[in-house]
């Protein structure tokens, strides 16, 4: 899953730059806080998404937490992305429901964010205690010659 987020940031990120130098070249009349938010985002908050799925079972010596929690995370992310750009470019033409687009695309996100931190808290923190404690008395462990 974690290649599936970073392989969607890396798509944001060009269809931003696209966009924005479509619009900088005046051929494409958006905004461009509708681009930052494809960038902002899609493709850095996709890239942090991976990349901490990517390694934080790493850290914590333990697999990957929940795929359907992953891919509820995902959807929604990318649900909100794209309502939230599609209110920023009509909120020249209709008011109402740019508005309301806009709660809905910001409540999508920060659940997806609301999510992933439950995910990652899984696999840092699994139901044992701390993913890696020393040894079962708590005390670090004891450095031999041979450990050196």
């Not at 051929?27 to 960038?39: A, K, N, R, T, W």
């Amino acid at each position: 899953m974690a290649l599936v987020f970073m392989a969607t940031s890396f798509a944001y990120l060009l269809f931003g730059t696209i966009v924005l130098s479509l619009s900088l070249a005046g051929m494409l009349p958006i905004g461009h806080d509708s681009v930052f938010i494809l960038i902002l985002y899609g493709f850095v908050v996709m890239i942090i998404f991976g990349l901490s799925y990517m390694f934080a079972p790493g850290f914590s010596h333990t697999k990957f937490a929940d795929y359907r929690l992953s891919a509820a995370e995902y959807l929604m992310l990318n649900v909100g992305v794209i309502l939230l750009f599609y209110s920023f470019i009509a909120a020249s033409s209709v008011q109402g429901s740019q508005k309301i687009a806009a709660l809905a695309a910001m409540a999508l996100i920060v659940a997806a964010v609301l999510l992933h931190a439950v995910s990652i808290w899984r696999i840092l923190m699994p139901r044992g205690g701390l993913a890696h404690s020393p040894d079962s008395a708590g005390k670090p462990a004891s450095r031999s010659k041979e450990n050196i």
